[in-house]
């Protein structure tokens, strides 16, 4: 297990519109705002395009439809991402995993996001996993 030390955090809430496209719009937010050490708070909204990686796949699975959102969790920060998502069809049959470009919004995406005040993210190659993966380390901050 790999922890770090405590932090402060803030929060900011963002609605996405429909035909926005889910990664970009988010890439965009972490990028206006500085944001070094982000995860997704809470998420609420539809998607008409949705597009997963599943579990132990290497190719993009993609959907079309109308899919309510159901979660979406993960950390952000400049360099990256790593996002999971559920979804529901008009028969509520869910689906998930993890979240590739091209989903896009159908009628609202309503998030909030959190961001640790004291600590930075990036990814790093993992031995272990072969993916590259979470690392925390403390923020240095200018006086």
Request: hydrophobic residues 40%.
């Amino acid at each position: 297990m790999v922890t770090s030390t405590p932090s402060t955090a803030r929060f900011y809430a963002l609605r996405l519109i429909p035909q926005q496209e889910l990664l970009s719009a988010l890439r965009d937010f972490i990028r206006l705002h500085g944001l070094h050490a982000a995860w997704i708070s809470g998420c609420v909204g539809s998607l008409s395009e949705v597009a997963f990686r599943y579990a132990g796949r290497e190719e993009t699975t993609l959907l079309s439809g109308k899919f309510e959102v159901v979660s979406l969790i993960g950390t952000l920060e400049e360099g990256g991402e790593h996002l999971h998502l559920s979804v529901a069809d008009k028969n509520g049959q869910m689906t998930g995993g993890h979240v590739m470009d091209g989903c896009l919004v159908r009628t609202t995406l309503e998030l909030v996001i959190g961001e640790l005040n004291d600590l930075s993210f990036n990814r790093q190659p993992c031995a272990l996993s072969g993916y590259d993966e979470l690392s925390v380390t403390p923020r240095h901050t200018q006086n």
